[in-house]
C-alpha cells in the first residue's frame, strides 16, 4: 500500500509545473506529509523521492538540514506548540514562560507530552516582537501569552 | 520634510476594514501604479526606481534600481524574480503586518518589478511560521488572477507573470539571498559561493533578482508620485562621502523590548533612536533608563545610551560601531538586565542558526556561546573576554572567512557588548556569580 495519501500525491502533482525542477518541490512535499502524518516516515520518503526523481538520500539531505520536520521515531502530537526565546522574547519572559511550560507539563523542548496532544518547541524568533513573549501553535501566532493562555489554547 | 508633517506611506491603509481586500485596495487607488507602469517601457520603469534611490529593505541596503540592472541584458529564457518573506532577524516584524493587513501593496510591487526586469515566474518565499500571512497572500493572489492583474496578458498589456508561494521549513539562513535560492530548489539552504552573483546565475541557474517585501511595497509609491517625491523623505547624500548612496523614503522602524508601546512605526528615514524610544514607543518601561539599543536587528551590534541620539540611517549605525541599519529593527534593553544575558541570547541566536556550511561560523559561533554559559554559570575567567573579541574579529565575511554574512552578525553583538560594556563584563566574571536568567541550557 502507498504510504502518501491520495490528497499528498496530489499537492505535490500540482506543484510539480510550478518549478523548472522537480527537487524545488522537496519542501512542498515534505510540508503535507507532515501535515498528514505528523513525521516524514522512511517509506514517504522513498515514494516522494520517486515522483521527484531523486534519490532518497537527496530527499533526506534536505529533510535532515531543517529541524522541522519530524521522522516516524519521532513524531508529532496533536498540536506543536512553539515558544520563541529570541532576545526581543527574553527581554519579556520568554524563556521563564518556556520554562514554566516544561515543568507543567514534564518535558523537554523538542518532546511530546504523554497523552500525545502537544509537542513543545523552542522557537527563534517568530517575528512578532510587537507581543513578546510570543508563541505559535501550528502555524498561527499568538501574541503576549502566559502558561494559562497557552494551556487553555492547547489543552483546553 | 519634517518628521511631524509626515504621513504613512506603507502604512496608510492600516486597520481599515478588509485591508487585505483586492475592492478595498483599489478603492483606495491601488493598481493604478501597475498600469502606469505596464505602458511605459521596462527600462524606464528600472529608471525611475534607480532615480528614486530606493535601497534594499532587507538588511544590506543595496540600491533596487541598480540590482535590476546586473541582470544581463540580452538574455534568452527565463529571469525569475524571487521575494524574500524569511523574514527572521530577531525583533524584525514589519513583512508580517505588511502583508497581513495590505497583501495587495505588496503584490502590486512585484508585478511592476517583475515587469521591470522581464521575469514571467515570481517565487514569494515566505517563511513557515507566517501561517497567517501565507492563507492572505493565497486568498489575494486568488484574487488577481480572477481580476486580469496576474497569469495571461495582464491588464490587457500582453505582459505575463505567474507568482508561486513558496513556504519556508524554519531556518533562519534562508533569508540570505543565496541560501534562499538553495532552499527554493529543494536543497539545504547552503549558501554560495559568490561570484556567480545571482543576477548571473541564481534560481535554478537562471538570472535572478532576490527583493525584500518591504521593498517591493514602495515600488507602486514611486511609480505613482515620482522619483522626486520619494527623495523629499529621508537623509541625503553627503556630498563628502561619493561611496554613500543616501536614505531616502519612509521606512518601517520595529520598536521592541523593554518599552512602554512596543510595535512598529513607520517615518522618514533618520530618526534618532533617542525620538523613536520617547516619543513613538511610550519610554523605557518601568520608569526605567536604556542601557542598550539595538539599531536594526541583532545582528547589528548595540548601542548605548550615550549613543541613542545617532540617526537611524543606513549610514548612522556604522559611524557608533554598529554593522549597520540592518532591518530597523530596534530592541530596547533597559539598565536592571545582563549584557552578559544579552550577549548570550544572541550568541546562543546564531549558534542555533549556523548552517554549518563554513568551519569559523559553525565553531565561533557554537564555542562563543559556551564561553559565555560558562561565564553564566559563575566559572568565567578574565581572559575569555579576549577570546570572544578573537573569535568576533576572525568570523564572518568582513575578515574573509566565511560564504555569508552570518557570521559577521554574529561577531558584531560580541564586539559591540565588549567594547562598549567590559566593565560590567569583567565585574561579572571577578564576582563569580551565576546569571538569575532562567535558561534551559540543555535544549537542543
Keep these: 500500500m502507498s504510504e502518501l495519501s491520495d490528497n499528498a500525491k496530489k499537492v505535490i502533482e500540482d506543484h510539480l509545473g510550478r518549478y523548472p525542477s522537480k527537487q524545488a518541490v522537496t519542501l512542498p512535499a515534505l510540508h503535507v506529509v507532515q501535515q498528514e502524518t505528523g513525521c516524514v516516515s522512511r517509506k514517504a520518503i522513498k515514494e516522494i523521492a520517486d515522483m521527484l526523481e531523486l534519490s532518497p538520500a537527496q530527499i533526506n539531505d534536505t ?14 502530537g496533536k498540536k506543536r506548540v512553539w515558544i520563541c526565546r529570541s532576545l526581543p522574547c527574553m527581554l519579556r ?10 515543568e507543567r507539563w514534564g518535558i523537554l523542548p523538542g518532546q511530546t507530552t ?3 496532544k502537544v509537542t513543545l518547541e523552542l522557537a527563534e524568533c517568530l517575528g512578532a516582537c510587537d507581543g513578546a513573549p510570543c508563541m505559535l501553535v501550528d502555524d498561527e501566532l499568538s501574541l503576549c501569552v502566559t502558561a494559562d493562555d497557552v494551556e487553555k489554547m492547547v489543552r483546553g | 520634510m519634517s518628521n511631524e508633517d509626515f504621513k504613512p506611506v506603507l502604512l496608510s491603509r492600516q486597520g481599515k476594514p478588509n485591508s487585505h481586500k483586492l475592492a478595498s485596495y483599489k478603492a483606495d487607488g491601488g493598481y493604478q501604479a501597475l498600469a502606469k507602469a505596464l505602458s511605459m517601457k521596462n527600462t524606464e520603469v528600472i529608471d525611475v526606481v534607480k532615480a528614486s534611490g530606493l535601497r534594499g529593505r532587507g538588511g544590506a541596503g543595496f540600491p533596487t534600481g541598480l540590482k535590476w540592472t546586473f541582470l544581463p541584458k540580452d538574455v534568452t529564457g527565463p529571469i525569475y524574480l524571487c521575494i524574500n518573506g524569511d523574514e527572521s532577524e530577531p525583533g524584525t516584524f514589519n513583512n508580517r503586518v505588511l502583508i497581513e493587513q495590505d497583501p495587495h501593496q505588496v503584490l502590486e510591487g512585484i508585478v511592476i518589478s517583475s515587469f521591470a526586469t522581464r521575469t514571467t515566474t515570481a517565487y514569494f518565499y515566505l517563511r513557515y511560521e507566517y501561517g497567517r500571512c501565507y492563507r492572505v497572500l493565497k486568498d489575494a493572489i486568488d484574487e488577481m488572477y480572477d481580476n486580469h492583474l496576474l497569469g495571461k496578458n495582464i491588464l490587457g498589456s500582453g505582459y505575463d507573470l505567474d507568482i508561486h508561494l513558496h513556504r519556508g521549513a524554519c531556518a533562519y539562513i534562508c533569508g540570505e539571498e543565496t541560501g534562499l ?27 535572478t533578482v532576490v527583493n525584500n517585501v518591504e521593498t517591493m511595497a514602495c515600488i507602486p509609491h514611486i511609480i505613482n508620485k515620482g522619483a522626486e517625491w520619494f527623495m523629499t523623505m529621508g537623509v541625503p547624500k553627503d556630498p563628502n562621502n561619493p561611496r554613500d548612496a543616501g536614505s531616502y523614503g519612509p521606512k518601517l522602524y520595529c520598536i521592541s ?30 520608569g526605567r533608563k536604556a542601557k542598550a539599543v539595538v539599531p536594526g536587528g541583532i545582528s547589528m551590534g548595540f548601542m548605548s545610551e550615550k549613543e541613542l541620539d545617532t540617526p537611524l540611517d543606513f549610514a548612522g549605525p556604522g559611524r557608533v560601531g554598529c554593522l549597520g541599519l540592518g532591518t530597523a529593527a530596534v530592541i530596547v534593553i ?3 538586565t545582563s549584557m552578559v544575558d544579552v550577549l548570550y541570547n544572541a550568541c546562543r541566536f546564531f549558534a542555533h542558526e549556523s548552517c554549518g556550511q563554513c568551519t569559523p561560523c559553525r565553531e565561533g559561533t557554537a564555542w562563543s556561546t559556551k564561553i559565555l554559559e560558562r561565564i553564566r554559570q559563575g566559572h568565567g575567567k578574565l581572559s575569555d573576554i579576549d577570546v570572544l573579541l578573537e573569535i568576533s574579529s576572525s568570523i564572518g565575511t568582513i575578515p574573509g572567512t566565511t560564504i555569508c554574512g552570518l557570521a559577521d552578525g554574529a561577531a558584531w553583538p560580541m564586539k559591540t557588548a565588549i567594547n562598549k560594556f567590559r566593565a560590567e563584563f569583567e565585574e561579572y566574571i571577578k564576582s563569580g556569580r551565576k546569571s538569575e536568567s532562567k535558561t534551559l541550557a540543555g535544549a537542543h
Design chain 1, 63 to 76: 529533510l535532515s538540514f531543517y529541524g522541522f520536520f519530524r521522522t516516524e521515531e519521532d513524531p508529532l
Design chain 1, 93 to 102: 519572559g520568554g524563556e521563564e514562560l518556556l520554562a514554566e511550560l516544561c
Design chain 1, 114 to 116: 504523554a497523552d500525545g
Design chain 2, 181 to 207: 535560492i538553495e532552499s527554493l530548489e529543494g536543497k539545504r539552504a547552503w549558501p554560495r559561493i559568490k561570484p556567480p552573483f545571482p543576477a548571473i546565475e541564481g534560481a535554478f541557474r537562471r538570472p
Design chain 2, 257 to 286: 523590548g523593554h518599552v512602554n508601546k512596543p510595535g512598529l512605526v513607520e517615518l522618514p528615514m533618520g530618526i534618532t533612536a533617542r525620538e523613536l524610544i520617547d516619543k513613538h514607543a511610550g519610554g523605557v518601561w518601568k
Design chain 2, 334 to 336: 533597559d539598565d536592571h
